[in-house]
């Protein structure tokens, strides 16, 4: 999975949750066909599970607002342990997890077997705007630059004796922040400058790509298109 | 090409910034096809804005410049570009792909090369510096030294007629300065190198000038330049701690 081509793991990660928000959230039994299938990816993909779960924190502030929705949505309530607890609620509760769990899932699997760069070439092969992809490629060039710019002026200020975090530190902290956006932007022009004098006259050169065999294609959209497969059913099969 | 025409002729470049701050006064300066230069100056001598010219980024506002006979001018401008390599001075600056190979092919993607001769000729100029085993690191994970030969890599690659290098060895440990003195020395290519760093420009050019407030002040033989204690003194370029230089060699 690591060695397929971004632009297809994208299109494929997308079909896959597509088909997943567009599952009835009543067919229960459709999303754990869904589960296999993501866990299928992981194992496919080479993964730790626990690599997975670890990175799924990212879905923490979705699942709390999910879990509240159950004790303030109206409708017909159920007692659970003395809790009147929404029907509706609970619904709405289970289909967010469930969507949002899966999502995340499948993007991580991506996010895993794919470097930031590949993504990039990938968007950039799918028709996203060529400004907004060197905007995000300078963007991951150079955040490690900055980074390190930032690290350096809080340890030259911590040599100069700054400690602790009061209000002096919050003050301080804007005068990084502005340094850090003038240095930054400074850089930026001296970039350009680069540019120019190789050549560069307003577009990225662009790499010829080779074409995506249809095996590989096919390799890729197995899991969408069981997927497909299984929501197509849970359209078509009554629900309660 | 005139194949008699110097690589580099400047006559008389004057130039201010937009803010009305003149940093050069009339430069003349003539390099002949497959000299070594070595441009010396304080801080603020005009030294860096000078090597903007030669590739047209900046342009002049008195004056010409002209590399291998063709003038720099709106038209030529891409051709330049092509003909006068130009290495910065922090190589994050000049660095901006996401790995060394496409970095080193993105100028010559720009004059036009494609297919097997650009990886061809990508291959070689990693191959002149170095570097080719490092072809698909990204250029941050390099060390300084490392990044400053890929930064000469992206400009040969275009096959230039002439290197300008911008303080080429600062901030390098003496063991990456040597190994860049060793790459530069294995190429057969006209080049102007703007340093302070005097021991290197003894050891790399035969010739050096002397820039001071946008003035050429001298143009002499490296060693008869750097042995003349007065001028150096008047320019603020001093020779290292222990470091004694005759005339005579």
């Known amino acids: ?240 | 090409m005139d194949v008699r025409a110097p690589a580099l002729e400047l006559r008389g470049v004057a130039f201010a910034y937009p803010d009305g701050n003149q940093v050069l006064y009339g430069v003349d300066l003539r390099v002949e096809v497959g000299e070594r230069v070595a441009m010396l100056g304080p801080n603020g001598a005009g030294k860096s804005t000078l090597a903007l010219h030669l590739n047209g980024i900046l342009e002049q506002g008195a004056g010409s410049v002209r590399v291998s006979g063709v003038e720099v001018t709106k038209d030529t401008v891409g051709e330049i570009r092509r003909r006068v390599g130009l290495v910065f001075q922090d190589p994050d600056d000049q660095l901006f792909m996401p790995s060394v190979r496409d970095d080193v092919a993105f100028g010559a993607i720009n004059v036009g090369l494609r297919g097997a001769e650009l990886d061809r000729r990508v291959d070689d100029a990693l191959n002149a510096v170095g570097m080719l085993e490092h072809a698909d690191r990204p250029p941050h994970h390099l060390s300084f030294g490392q990044r400053r030969r890929v930064c000469i890599a992206t400009v040969l690659v275009m096959r230039p007629d002439v290197l300008v290098l911008d303080e080429p060895t600062s901030n390098l440990d003496p063991a990456s300065r040597r190994e860049l003195t060793e790459v530069l020395e294995s190429l057969a290519v006209t080049t102007l190198r703007i340093t302070h760093d005097l021991p290197y420009a003894l050891q790399l050019c035969p010739r050096s000038v002397l820039l001071d407030e946008g003035v050429l002040v001298a143009d002499r033989p490296t060693r008869v330049l750097l042995a003349d204690e007065e001028l150096m003194r008047a320019h603020r370029l001093e020779l290292p701690y222990g470091f004694e230089l005759t005339v005579a060699g």
């Open chain 1, 1 to 240: 999975m690591h060695r397929l081509p971004a632009h297809v793991k994208i299109v494929a990660a997308l079909t896959f949750t597509i088909v997943v928000v567009a599952t009835p959230r009543e067919q229960i039994w459709a999303f754990v066909a869904y589960a296999v299938l993501a866990a299928t990816a992981i194992i496919a993909a080479g993964l730790r599970p626990a690599h997975i779960v670890k990175h799924l924190a990212i879905e923490l502030p979705f699942v709390f607002f999910a879990l509240l929705l159950p004790f303030v949505s109206r409708g017909p309530e159920i007692s659970i342990v003395g809790i009147g607890l929404s029907q509706t609620g609970m619904w709405d509760a289970w289909n967010i997890l469930a969507k949002a769990t899966l999502g995340t899932t499948v993007s991580l699997v991506l996010a895993s077997t794919t470097s930031g760069n590949e993504l990039l070439r990938g968007l950039e092969r799918l028709g996203a705007p060529a400004l907004f992809v060197q905007i995000m490629s300078f963007m991951l060039r150079y955040v490690e630059v900055t980074s390190r710019e930032l690290d350096r002026m809080r340890v030259a200020q911590a040599s100069r004796g700054l400690r602790g975090n009061g209000v002096r530190r919050w003050r301080v902290l804007s005068h990084v922040v502005g340094s850090l956006f003038i240095r930054t932007y400074e850089r930026g022009e001296r970039v350009h400058l680069a540019m120019l004098s190789r050549g560069y006259r307003g577009s990225m050169p662009a790499q010829s790509a080779a074409s995506v065999p249809v095996s590989t294609w096919a390799y890729a959209f197995a899991l969408p298109a069981l997927a497909a497969a299984c929501a197509a059913t849970a359209w078509t099969t009554p629900w309660t």
